[in-house]
Structure formats: C-alpha cells, structure tokens
C-alpha cells in the first residue's frame, strides 16, 4: 500500500500563495493518477485537481484559474500551486491516488486569514 506525507501548508493572508508537496512511498506512484483533496471543518472531503500518469489535468471549478497540479514521477511527488487563496481555501489538504488508495497522509493545514 502506499503512503502520502504530505507538506508545504500554512497560514497566509487573502490573495496569497502556497505550494503544497505530496511525497508518495513507493514508485508504483508513477503509474497512477493523483488527486488533491481538502476538508474543511464540518465538511466532507472534496476532490479539487487530478494529474493521469500522462500529465492530463483537470480541476474543479472553484480552483480552476487559482491552482496547478504537477509531477516529478523521479521523486515520487506530487504538487499543487495555490494562487489567490481565498478565506474558503482553509482546509487540511491531502493527496491520494485514483482510485483510491486505504491509507490517507496526516493532511497538511492550510489558513487563510481575511
């Protein structure tokens, strides 16, 4: 099974920027396509960006324009630029394979203040 370690969160004001990082434990990473998800306080865990192994990427609509999701398959990593963070952006974020891997990474916090 893999594991995610996920990392770059933090506080940050309206209208800042975060590059969070995903590290996978395995290189069977490389052959899967990767999501990003947040969940807010309250809320169900919601799907935000994906990457296939062939770089296709899609969004939803409420990052489209702000994020970008990548890769470095030689590192195992995943990443995800966030731009123009919102006050609604506060959540923890994770990173996990598609379909779904059983075992999600601890989350790193991202705050954005008003």
């Known amino acids: 099974q893999v594991q995610f370690v996920e990392s770059g969160g933090g506080l940050v004001q309206t209208g800042g920027s975060l590059r969070l990082s995903c590290i996978a434990s395995?290189?069977?990473?490389?052959?899967?396509?990767i999501g990003w998800y947040r969940q807010a306080p309250g809320k169900q865990r919601e799907l935000l960006a994906t990457?296939?192994?062939?770089?296709?990427?899609n969004y939803v609509d409420s990052t489209k324009g702000r994020f970008t999701i990548s890769r470095d398959n030689a590192k195992n990593t995943a990443y995800l630029q966030m731009n123009n963070l919102k006050p609604e952006d506060t959540a923890v974020y994770y990173c996990?394979?598609?379909?779904?891997?059983?075992?999600w990474g601890q989350g790193t916090q991202v705050t954005v203040s008003s």
């Open positions: 395995t290189s069977i990473f490389v052959v899967k396509n």
């Open positions: 996990n394979t598609l379909p779904l891997e059983p075992n």
């Open positions: 990457i296939t192994r062939d770089r296709v990427v």
